[in-house]
């Protein structure tokens, strides 16, 4: 298990923006930061990540600390097996794509490079620069180069925002394969319910700096009762419907549709209980 209790306070002006939790997070698994925009997740992984100091506090991953103001200790980052995409991608200007790639990492895991080019579909885009590229390319190349590096940690933010929708849910799927097959411990920030509800094993719910819930993703479904997802209906029978959410398959009860008429086959909106 990774475990935190961190506080830290953030000042620009008069404002100000504390961000005070204490969460766990599953190793080995795909764990979500989710919230509002400004909830302090970016703020969060950071702490985590070590790139920003905290006030006070401790990360513990089984037991062994990263970091404890209490004791001064404080594992150096690179020891830490982490590799990052944040928002801003951090590529090199000067370096092609597959420069970028291939600068990851020493004695870089050919197979496993060949495999990243070609689910991202970076093929085409290897001998250009990122300054050349799209949001969403860049972003593509970020989450590559993190990959290639065989971390134990892949701390993410938004990893997909900028992918067209089509793309997104195959990259969702391949994060999910990926994940099982090389064990790594995701963190991941996101504030799409539907994203969180298909990828992940864990999620920690922040709201105004503060962790308002933590467990399974269906804590979300639960007590969530604004928000509606999107479904394929795929059988109706009675007042029971089978509808399928991402690639889940759920039989939910008619008065949840919000359309009032549709048949097999049609896209609905369901409210979520
Ligand atoms: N270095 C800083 N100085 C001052 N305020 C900061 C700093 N970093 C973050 N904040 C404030 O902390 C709050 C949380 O920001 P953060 O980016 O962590 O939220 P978020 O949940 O990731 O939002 P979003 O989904 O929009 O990216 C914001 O109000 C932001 O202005």
């Not at 992984?45 to 790139?51: D, N, T």
């Not at 080019?117 to 180069?145: C, F, M, T, Y």
């Not at 994203?195 to 308002?212: F, M, P, R």
């Not at 690639?247 to 009032?260: A, F, G, L, N, P």
Request: hydrophobic share 40%.
């Amino acid at each position: 298990m990774m475990y935190c209790r961190l506080k830290k306070t953030y000042r620009s002006g008069k404002r100000s923006f504390s961000i005070d939790v204490e969460a766990s997070f599953k190793l080995n698994a795909i764990n979500v930061l989710y919230g509002h925009s400004g909830a302090g997740k970016t703020s969060l992984l950071r702490l985590l990540s070590g790139l920003d100091t905290v006030d006070f506090g401790k990360i513990s991953v089984n037991n062994k600390n990263w970091l404890n103001t209490e004791t001064k200790s404080f594992l150096p980052i690179h020891e830490r097996e982490i590799a990052y995409v944040f928002q801003d991608y951090g590529l090199f200007p000067n370096m092609t794509v597959l420069e970028n790639l291939e600068f990851a990492k020493k004695n870089i895991n050919q197979t496993l490079l060949k495999e990243i080019v070609d689910v991202l579909e970076l093929e085409v885009l290897l001998a250009i620069k990122p300054n050349h590229l799209s949001g969403g390319q860049q972003q593509r190349v970020a989450l590559a180069r993190a990959i290639v590096q065989e971390p134990k940690f892949l701390f993410l933010d938004e990893p997909l925002t900028a992918i067209d929708e089509n793309l997104r849910g195959k990259l969702q799927s391949y994060l999910i394969a990926l994940q099982q097959k090389y064990g790594f411990t995701i963190v991941m920030v996101s504030h799409n319910l539907q994203e969180v509800l298909k990828i992940a094993t864990h999620v920690c719910v922040l709201h105004e700096g503060k962790i308002e819930k933590e467990g399974n993703p269906n804590i979300l479904l639960k007590e969530n009762t604004s928000n509606t997802l999107k479904g394929t209906v795929i059988a109706i029978k009675n007042n029971n419907i089978s509808v399928v959410i991402e690639t889940q398959q759920i039989v939910i009860q008619k008065d949840r549709v919000v359309q009032q008429e549709f048949v097999v086959g049609d896209l609905i909106d369901v409210e979520i209980q």
